[in-house]
DNA sequence: TAAATTTATGACACCGGTGTCATAATGTAA
DNA sequence: TTACATTATGACACCGGTGTCATAAATTTA
């Protein structure tokens, strides 16, 4: 069976392969008898055009990187699973990069990254998006890139995101509606524009009932189950406890979980607990958590659709699109007794 | 700054490209002063090949698929760390190809797959890789392929798997030491061989210590949570009550644990709960499960390697493999009392 | 020292597409 | 009917590498 390429298909169909090449493009001036002739012919043969080659023609690659360094496993999962859908329906394929955001080595990781795969563009996952360095380096790369999750930013970029400030400020008006005043509060990686937007709405909340901030309740987290477990279990150690732990994702809200039902708590008697995210591990424990629902898929398909598209025809205005996220109640939060 | 081609690399050495060419693949036939002068060229115009030139010369993509089809993201996630080191190491890219392993569409599919991104090969993780009209329809295609956690076969493929039946075996060893004699089962997903390996292994243990077997302490399940939570209803709702279940996987075990859990039965006092491989999610909850741990990356990471390497040269014998598997001894399982 | 090998090098076609530009065919205005 | 636009088409270079083969240079053999 020979490869079948442009030029079978043009002798096939006696044109030139211009002539296929502009069918395949839908370009305009091709007869509607010579276009249909051409397109007979690619469903005899069978016919695909050769992506390297349009690749190397066109100095694309039809790929999409997407950049991540996350502890959650199951955010990454969501990440690709919303980059691959916008990749699918453009053709596009999803190269994955696991990267460590921290060291200076990051920089020169990427620019080997795209000596070695020519990507097209890049999607930042949290925390690349907030990384002004890695922005600009691209920017003079002349490599298109989409923020997922990131900081507004005052800029041209694309940018999709969700009211971490808003959601983390509902679900401790939840806490707080449930006759809830010490609340604690664990941070996520400071590297993460969402850790402050985070605490900002659980501080706001805090305020607008005139609950005084304290500062003891707050433990420094990084996202991880592992840093979960040890604020955990400096909050449980706290005289008097709170009534309340809010963790900025629901890995450390497991974490929380597992501590206190270890010590022989009784969640959400003794304690209430929140997470945020909706991650998986939220509805597979029990009590189930109470948390804050992000559209991460769609958030992600929304940023590479953009991108794509932004790819194949920059764009003037930048696409910024905050999603609303919304609030989950379950059984890991209830009414203090 | 223009861009760096082989072409200006050959010009500034004073050089054919060829020569270039030659000096890049370490080829024999170059003059130590001529490789010197290019190298130092090289470095001078900090010039790397462009991938996508190179894979249209050579008809190759220098990308790996990863094709999976699994209810367990975490899976996904271990699989797709070992398929990055691998690729990573060999100057690859991983382009990942969720899709669904049920239905007549699955070939189309993967023709289109290929067609549109002209992988140099292809990972197959469970259960592809046990889907014979797939891997006949690959070789027809003429593209390597490797097989993840798959069933041994006496054929030519590469394959990397650890022993389900025997880690099975061990952890219902492992139940019965504790002394349970009524331990019910969870089968996983009917397409994936694992699900019969596992169950073999149980029913081996059980034999071996003249248990018999019983129907009735058997549930399907297909590796997801919710799967897990039917079967744990059905299993707790039995009379007499098994003392111990062992879930083909952590997700399902999960499963039972939170229902038991949410039924007020003390885990593991009132029931022993074991799972299967060692997921996260295993001692993110409380009590912790007993488990058994596969090397699921290195796995992967030596079937991509493998899959690398005959790429680059077709290998005369198939690279099969089975690694050891390990149990975890976790809080969820306990002596009967 | 001449002939025969071996090694080093380059010219050129090729991979399978796309871009540019010239030209042929067709349609429209004068 | 002629002049002028417009549309359709193809020839050919090009993208940036690699493969083949001829030939020049260096080395060995006779």
Redesign the pocket.
Known sequence: MK?????S??SHA?????????V??N?????????EKVLAVFKELD????P???G????RSFIIGCLYDNPSKSYITRVQTGALEACKENNYNLLIHPCEFRGEALINNIEQLLQTSRLDGIVLTPPFGDFAELASFLKSKKIPYARVASALLQDDSISVRSNDEQGAFEITEHLISLGHTSIAFIKGHPDHSATQQRFKGYRRSLASHGIEFDERLVEEGNFSYHSGVDSARSILDLCPRPTAVFASNDYMAAAVLKLATQRQLKVPDDISIAGFDNAPIARHIWPGLTTIAQPVEEMTKQAVTQLISHIAQPQEQPYQVTLESRLITRESTSAIK
């Open positions: 490869k079948v390429t442009i030029n298909v043009a006696g044109v030139s392969k211009k002539t296929v090449s502009r395949l493009n370009e305009p001036n091709v007869s509607a008898a010579t276009r016919y695909t055009p050769n390297i080659a349009r190397l023609a066109q100095n």
